[in-house]
């Protein structure tokens, strides 16, 4: 006998996304073969990412509750947004749901810093380090003193982002946050891994790994542990 309950399976995993018009390259959680499992979208109307990013989500607080709860709704075991800046809402989010919330990639630095030797702790490297503030900060419970990079400044990868841009010219992009990684590894010698704050820095992780030699934690890499919790893998029990 099988039970229903809810009006869609098999999507366990549940995306707040910005509305944004950018490119979606493979990478982005944007793009829905990133993953290896079905996710469910839900595109906050007018929560663009120059709205989020660098004017702190202003008033957006109801709709992205009002969109959280559609997804639980719909079916949803857990839900996650497109923007490390939405942990500045983790406490309100995850109140206002009965299912797990991971708002940031932010939320996984103290996990970093658990498998890093006691000399050694994670760096973030952010899309906008001067509107990444101790409120976002303290929202994914990120360790006072971690240091931060960032791609601001740069010559495409941020503008393109935050500009909502029609174009994205992922070399270019590419260069900008490897640029921006090598700079803050130059800073910080002690720095024993990178977390990618901005979600749209996923399809550059591996070019970051090899050009500073460090281990690389993205939003997506989060996600797959996250799902893997929320619909866990069956094993057969054959030996």
């Known amino acids: 006998m099988i039970t229903g309950g809810k009006p869609i399976?098999?999507?366990?995993?549940?995306?707040?996304?910005?509305?944004?018009?950018?490119?979606?390259?493979?990478?982005?959680?944007?793009?829905?073969?990133?993953?290896?499992?079905?996710?469910?979208?839900?595109?906050?109307r007018d929560a663009s990412p120059d709205r989020v990013v660098r004017q702190g989500a202003e008033g957006l607080l109801d709709v992205f509750i009002d969109a959280a709860k559609s997804l639980e709704?719909?079916?949803?075991?857990?839900?996650?947004?497109?923007?490390?800046?939405?942990?500045?809402?983790?406490?309100?989010?995850?109140?206002?749901?009965?299912?797990?919330?991971?708002?940031?990639?932010?939320?996984?630095?103290?996990?970093?810093?658990?498998?890093?030797?006691?000399?050694?702790?994670?760096?973030?490297?952010?899309?906008?380090?001067?509107?990444?503030?101790?409120?976002?900060?303290?929202?994914?419970?990120?360790?006072?003193?971690?240091?931060?990079?960032?791609?601001?400044?740069?010559?495409?990868?941020?503008?393109?982002?935050?500009g909502d841009a029609y174009e994205l010219d992922p070399a270019l992009a590419e260069a900008d946050n490897v640029a921006a990684a090598q700079a803050m590894v130059a800073d910080h010698p002690d720095m024993g891994a990178i977390v990618l704050e901005c979600t749209n820095m996923t399809p550059y992780a591996a070019a970051i790994r090899r050009a500073t030699g460090l281990p690389v934690f993205s939003m997506v890499s989060f996600l797959n542990w996250f799902q893997s919790g929320l619909a866990p893998r069956r094993w057969p029990y054959e030996i």
Not at 17 to 41: K, S, W
């Open 9 to 44: 399976y098999g999507a366990s995993l549940g995306i707040l996304m910005l509305e944004a018009r950018i490119p979606r390259i493979l990478g982005d959680m944007g793009h829905g073969a990133t993953f290896d499992y079905p996710v469910l979208y839900r595109v906050v």
């Open 73 to 162: 709704a719909d079916g949803v075991d857990g839900i996650t947004t497109n923007c490390g800046f939405l942990a500045l809402y983790q406490a309100e989010l995850a109140a206002a749901v009965s299912v797990p919330v991971l708002s940031s990639s932010l939320m996984q630095v103290r996990a970093v810093n658990a498998l890093l030797p006691p000399s050694k702790h994670a760096g973030i490297l952010t899309i906008s380090g001067s509107t990444l503030t101790e409120a976002h900060l303290k929202g994914a419970g990120v360790p006072e003193g971690t240091p931060i990079g960032t791609t601001e400044g740069g010559r495409h990868f941020t503008e393109a982002i935050l």
